[in-house]
């Protein structure tokens, strides 16, 4: 009788499915190719590509729901809004979850910043069930401070300033990039310094 041929060890058997996963290029074999927009999202793929226009507001700490920095869906290891705006490290956004995924980057050409969806917007809400009509809400920043005048003053202020352009409906309404690639150009300069310095643009 002829003797069967000896099984492989448990570890040569790993080693032998790792290698055909590397030679035959199946997905997630090495992580390569994950971009940091899907490491964000913990391994979801946006759903949402290209350009829309959408009405651009911005928030604070004196008007967040409650005052402060806290956010509906953190996303990566960030507690509470912030972001500097590169790609790696996007500002926080608000809007419908039905307009986009959690943890979504966008590009915002006229902020040169990227931003990623980790808030809710009641506003944005209404909007998008009523008409389909997109409105993001950017994270200008502020800090405990913000809740009193002369900053809470200044804070809002800046968010005036830097809202674009006047409703859902507006025909001047900026143009933005979802799903954006990682090399745009990006300023990295606070929206809103407190006490009350508002960035003057790029």
């Not at 002369?150 to 409703?167: D, F, H, I, V, Y």
Request: with cysteine; proline share 9%.
């Amino acid at each position: 009788m002829r003797k069967s041929a000896p099984k492989p060890s448990h570890a040569l058997s790993l080693s032998i499915v790792a290698l055909g996963l590397v030679l035959f290029g199946i997905p997630g074999a090495t992580g390569a190719g994950a971009s940091p927009a899907t490491q964000h999202a913990t391994g979801a793929v946006p759903r949402t590509t290209g350009t829309v226009q959408a009405f651009m507001t911005l928030y604070g700490y004196t008007d967040n729901s409650p005052p402060g920095t806290d956010i509906a869906h953190p996303c990566g290891t960030r507690t509470g809004a912030g972001g500097t705006g590169t790609y790696a490290d996007p500002v926080t956004f608000a809007t419908d979850v039905k307009e986009l995924p959690w943890c979504e980057i966008i590009y915002v050409p006229y902020m040169q910043r990227y931003f990623i969806h980790e808030d809710e917007c009641s506003e944005c809400d209404r909007g998008w069930n009523k008409a389909h009509l997109y409105r993001f809400d950017m994270w200008a920043g502020g800090d405990k401070a913000s809740v009193h005048q002369s900053e809470k003053k200044a804070l809002l202020g800046c968010e005036s300033t830097w809202t674009r352009a006047n409703s859902l409906r507006d025909k001047n309404n900026p143009t933005i990039t979802l799903d954006p690639p990682s090399d745009l150009p990006v300023t990295t300069t606070p929206i809103f310094s407190p006490p009350g310095t508002c960035w003057s643009g790029p």
